[in-house]
Antibody, heavy 116, light 112 residues
């Protein structure tokens, strides 16, 4: 069974940092591009970032560019999102998503709260 | 950036009746390979999003055939032929042709 399990969320102060992880199982992780998508409380879905299979090419939403870094370790079947300079409007559920003709498989999400 | 505009944003429906959601993009979603990368997602209350449709009209595995997608270029539609109680939730379109990816605002489907 294809599974994506996010972790690393929590409460962090404004200006702080956090690293999210997404552990993949049930498929050959290294053959799929991956995304991070977030959803603020009561709001819609917002694309955050994407990374190609080999990690050489990445993309970011303007709202996180320069503050977030996506990466992956195919030997560990794990996707990462390093977040720094966190702001209250970064508070959201962060989903890890497998790409196949778009955003095919979603994890359950991990919650990030940025507050003092 | 491509802007995705859904309508309506709220859709009260009667059980057993059809429903239709529109999604328009500010640019053509036809990619250089000839494919159109338009996805539809369902998000039930308290759950992660689930993809229903990819490349405009292809249903994902396990998606009931009462869901159908259509459209081309910049205009797309998700139709539910006969709404069931389990269809309550928010529906999003998303373009996968241009960077950055963008979602529509979401359409909340509820039972009258």
């Amino acid at each position: 069974e294809v599974q994506l399990e996010e972790s690393g969320g929590g409460l962090v102060q404004p200006g702080g940092s956090l690293r999210l992880s997404c552990s993949a199982s049930g498929f050959t992780f290294g053959t799929y591009a991956m995304h991070w998508v977030r959803q603020a409380p009561g709001k819609g879905l917002e694309y955050v970032s994407a990374i190609t299979t080999n990690g050489y090419t990445t993309d970011y939403a303007d709202s996180v560019k320069g503050r977030f870094t996506i990466s992956r370790d195919n030997s560990k079947n794990t996707l990462y999102l390093q977040m720094s300079g966190l702001r209250p409007d970064d508070s959201a559920i962060y989903y890890c998503v497998r790409d196949f003709w778009g955003m095919e498989v979603w994890g359950q999400g991990t919650t990030v709260t940025v507050s003092s | 950036d491509v802007v995705m505009t859904q309508s309506p944003l709220s859709l009260p429906v009667t059980l057993g009746q059809p429903a239709s959601i529109s999604c328009r993009s500010s640019q053509s979603l036809v990619y250089s390979d000839g494919n159109t990368y338009l996805n539809w997602f369902q998000q039930r209350p308290g759950q992660s999003p689930r993809r229903l449709i990819y490349k405009v009209s292809n249903r994902d595995s396990g998606v009931p055939d009462r869901f159908s997608g259509s459209g081309s270029g910049t205009d797309f539609t998700l139709k539910i032929s006969r709404v069931e109680a389990e269809d309550v939730g928010v529906y999003y379109c998303m373009q996968g042709t241009h960077w950055p990816r963008r979602f529509g605002q979401g359409t909340k489907v509820e039972i009258k």
